[in-house]
Nanobody
Framework: QVHLVESGGGLVQPGGSLRLSCAASGSVESINDMRWYRQAPGKERELVAFISRLGGTNYADSVKGRFTISRDDAKSTLYLQMNSLKPEDTAVYYC???????????????WGQGTQVTVSS
């Protein structure tokens, strides 16, 4: 069974920082593109950051210059460094990855369970 497990969420004051992690476990042979999404109460899920297999990145305008996405393929782990956090960053953050399992021939999409980030004084 394959899991994507997020960690690192919590409560932080405005202007503070958090680092989210997303670790893939199970029969993962290879990881293609990876993404962080977030969903605030009453809003649709939105793409926050993207990183390709070769390390190319892209960000939502609302987080450019404040968030940094990175990956460590040796650890099958995705990261999101979040600095200068604002109350409007409050949401459940989800990782998403295209994984190739050892017993499959194609990449398939997987979601993590989500981690809550609350920015409040």
């Amino acid at each position: 069974q394959v899991h994507l497990v997020e960690s690192g969420g919590g409560l932080v004051q405005p202007g503070g920082s958090l680092r989210l992690s997303c670790a893939a476990s199970g029969s993962v042979e290879s990881i293609n593109d990876m993404r962080w999404y977030r969903q605030a109460p009453g809003k649709e899920r939105e793409l926050v950051a993207f990183i390709s297999r070769l390390g190319g990145t892209n960000y939502a305008d609302s987080v450019k210059g404040r968030f940094t996405i990175s990956r460590d393929d040796a650890k099958s782990t995705l990261y999101l460094q979040m600095n200068s956090l604002k109350p409007e960053d409050t949401a459940v953050y989800y990782c998403h990855a295209d994984l190739k399992l050892s017993y499959r021939t194609t990449y398939l999409p997987y979601w993590g369970q989500g981690t809550q980030v609350t920015v409040s004084s």
